[in-house]
Each structure stands twice: as C-alpha cells, then as structure tokens.
C-alpha cells in the first residue's frame, strides 16, 4: 500500500556562507553511479518453514471462512523475508544483515536482471549483525568492492542501493551525518547518515562517490517505523574483517584480554591530571586469564593499547576484539598514578558466556559535613550481619557501607545506598575513621573503589 504526503508550501532562504571554506561540489547526479553498481546488489529472500504447532489453525466447519482451509492447506507455513544484499566477489559471495537471513531454511539472491539463484549461509555474526552467502552459480558474477569506510566524513556525498518495501534496485542519496554512533551492542560504531532506509534496505551497501561500499546499512532511528532521516551503518573497516573471517572459517574469532572496564569521567580525569577524558578504568580481571597473566589488576587506568591511545571505553573493546589471536601488545598504563607499560598476549574470545558485565557502578567525590558518620554526603555505616542482609551487600565486600546520599552531594548518582567502599586514594579502608584520616586532607576531588553487588566500582567526588 502506497501513502502519498499531502501538498506543501515550501519556503527558500538564501544563506551567504564564507568564500573560504572548501568542500568537493554537489554531484550532477547519480546516474553513472547507479548503472556501474546496481548490477552487484541483490534482494535476499529467506524463507523458514514452520513446525506444525505454529500452523494457522483450521477454521471450525460450517464458519463462513471454512473455504479457506482449502486455500491455506494443511502444510506446514512458510514465513519470508526480505532484505538487501551486494556481491563482492565474482564467485557470488554475497555480504547481508544476519538478521536477514536469521533461522532461514532456504535463501534466494535475486539479480536486477531477474536472474534467481539458491544460496547457501556460510557463516552469520549475531554481534555485528553480518552474515556471508554463497551463491550456487557458475556464472561469473558482477561484484562490488569494499572501501575504507575511515575515510568517510561527516557532510561527504553517500548512496544506498537495495530492496526498500519490496522494491528492488531503489536509489537514495544523501550526506554522512555523524561518525561513532553507539546503538548499545558492544562492537557499535555506526555511520550516521540521512540517506532514506526503510524496511528492506537491510544489508544492502552505502556507497562514496568513487563506488566503494563503506558501509552496510543495518538500521534506523525512528519513531514510526519508517525512515526520518536517520539511519545507521556498519562501516567497513569493521565489516571486511568479520566477513574475511566468516569467509575463511565459518564463524568470527575475536580477541580476548579477560577484563572487564568502565570509561573514564570528567571527574575521573582530572583526578589523574588528565586534559581530557580518555583511556579505561579496569573493573575486574578474570582468574588466569590474559589480563590476568600480564599483570593487570583492578583499578589500572589504561591510556594505550598495542600504542594507540584510548579514546573509551567502546574502542577500547573493538581494539582487543580486533587484534590477532596470539598477538603480543603493550598497554601504558597508570597503577596508583604510577605510569608503567604491560605487555600482554591476547587470547581468543568465545562468545557464550564471555560478556563483558555492563558497566554500571561508578566513582565519586563528596561534599563534607560535620556529622560524625558522614562523609561527602554520605551517610556511612558497618557492615553488621543485619546490613549485610538489609542492603544486600556482596558475600565478598569488605570496608565500609554506604546507607544513605544527600541528593544535593557530588555523590548523588555516583553512590548508591549499598555500596561498599573498599579504598580511597588507594587505600584500603576498614573503618570511617579511615575515610576521614584520607578526607581530612583532600583539597580536591577523590578516588573511591566501591563494591557494588559484587562489582567494582572507581568514582571520583568533588569537595
């Protein structure tokens, strides 16, 4: 079903820029584009035949719908689905979204000549959402190639070919909007454009204007369902490294440092010294893992990996999932303010129950007040046996409890009621009169460990 837009007035102003800045010039058109690439993005048909339990069911004899039990059958139902993909060899590999093809019995690549081929799933990466096909052909088939999807700028001239609704071989164009979206997988960095996609485009490419594919178009951002100018992919950079390995084995494999870290806060920063956030505040380290054998322990800040700087806590995890299986890297890092290099050898990740635990706790600074029991708006107590079980505390916290927070302290939203604090300044802590001997003295912000059911926490707080 189409819906057309009602008429609308349009208003023109005319904006002067500055003669000085640069930039490359509107294309005439897209047309020489669309006809060199058009040939090598394909629609994906996927179909998944359903058990008999999830048949529709027969409608009871004498109902005015009756006839259409004939018209369904008594076979099982087969539930399809479509989406876009593109050829990046002549063999027919075929590059798509594994949520495409996702529990698919059988799949179909459709040319823009009409020309349908069966094909078969090589390998599928949930993570990223990518998938790689194989045509059965033994044609020759016209292919596309990837491009350095780094080289992509915000306001650059960007394409998208695909299947949107159904409609193959359909042409959008537009700008990349914005670099490093985040849609909270944990491999996410996103291109950001304002190219039209829509339900179909899923899997198909995003092309620059020399007709290198720099992204793989996955999602959008909406509130209705339907393209509002914001849509989401996967840049290649990321993609060629998980198809190159889908390709070769079948499956992904990723590297494994046995660690998990929270990013480092404005607060944290400048605790540090730094002049801006940067670099990741190690959590916790896995028993005997990579990590573990390099020497790393919880509380290291990390400001390089394999000697590129940190930017957060997002590329640090793509850093170590995309170095070799086996590699050696250094890590410059920060233990108790005393810098130090680690080298360390990755290991491989395997994805069932290696999941980085989210990072939900956080670091604080206080304000004080004069109460003996509190301490930068906290309200601290001990861990009795009864706190213990009233607060919920973690078998293994041990230090001082934290039972309340002045909502208008520093600590609000960085300290709940619960948590345990285990050192300040790094130093361990047993009692309150070893937060005041430290708090005393501070003229500035502090560095809190805090166990918070049994995770570890940094925060820094303010005086």
Do not use: C
Not at 11 to 27: D, E, F, G, I, S
Not at 29 to 47: K, M, Q, T, Y
Not at 249 to 271: C, H, I, K, N
């Amino acid at each position: 079903m189409f819906r057309f837009l009602a008429p609308v007035m349009t208003v023109v102003l005319m904006l002067t820029a500055p003669a000085a800045v640069t930039a490359h010039p509107a294309p005439d058109g897209f047309a020489d584009l669309a006809e060199r690439l058009s040939p090598a993005v394909v629609n994906i048909s996927a179909a998944q035949r359903l058990d008999s339990d999830d048949r529709l069911p027969d409608f009871p004899e004498g109902s005015p719908l009756e006839r259409f039990n004939d018209i369904f059958g008594d076979g099982p139902r087969i539930a399809n689905s479509l989406g876009s993909g593109f050829i990046i060899d002549p063999e027919g590999i075929v590059v798509t979204n594994n949520h495409v093809i996702d529990g698919a019995d059988e799949v179909e690549v459709s040319l823009p000549d009409g020309r349908v081929f069966p094909a078969q799933v090589i390998g599928t990466d949930p993570v990223t959402d990518l998938a790689v096909l194989r045509m059965e052909t033994d044609e020759a088939m016209p292919f596309v190639a990837f491009g350095d999807s780094d080289g992509a700028r915000v306001g650059d001239w960007v394409i998208a070919i695909g299947n949107p609704f159904g409609l193959g071989g359909t042409l959008t164009a537009g700008v990349v909007s914005a670099r490093g979206r985040d849609a909270g997988g944990r491999y996410d960095d996103y291109i950001q454009t304002d190219v039209a996609i829509n339900t179909g485009n899923s899997g198909g490419p995003l092309f620059n204007m020399s007709g290198d594919v720099v992204g793989v178009n996955t999602m959008i951002l909406s509130p209705t369902g339907a393209s509002v100018g914001i849509s989401l992919s996967i840049p290649s950079n990321i993609a060629t490294r998980v198809v190159d390995q889908l390709v070769e084995f079948g499956e992904t494999r990723r590297g494994w440092l046995g660690v998990s870290v929270q990013p480092v806060t404005p607060d944290m920063a400048e605790s540090y010294d730094l002049e801006t956030p940067y670099g990741v505040i190690i959590r916790n380290v896995e028993d005997n893992g990579p990590a573990d054998e390099g020497g790393l322990r919880q509380g290291d800040l990390v400001l390089t990996f394999d000697g590129r700087r940190v930017r957060d806590d997002r590329f640090f995890t793509r850093q170590v999932a995309e170095t070799e299986i086996g590699a050696t890297v250094d890590l410059e890092i920060r233990r108790r303010d005393r810098p130090m290099t680690l080298s360390v050898t990755i290991g491989e990740l395997v994805e069932e129950g290696a999941e980085e635990a989210a990072a939900s706790n956080i670091d604080v600074i206080i304000p004080r007040t004069g109460a003996e029991n509190e301490v930068f708006g906290m309200t601290l107590g001990t861990l009795t046996p009864q706190n213990r079980r009233r607060y919920r505390v973690h078998p293994d916290a041990e230090g001082v409890l934290v039972t309340e927070v002045d909502p208008t302290s520093d600590a609000a939203g960085k300290v709940r009621p619960g948590d345990v604090i285990e050192q300040v300044e790094f130093v361990t802590v047993e009692t309150i009169a070893d937060i005041r001997a430290i708090t005393d003295e501070a003229d500035g912000p502090l560095r809190f460990q805090l166990n918070r059911s049994g995770q570890y926490v940094m925060q820094s707080i303010r005086s």
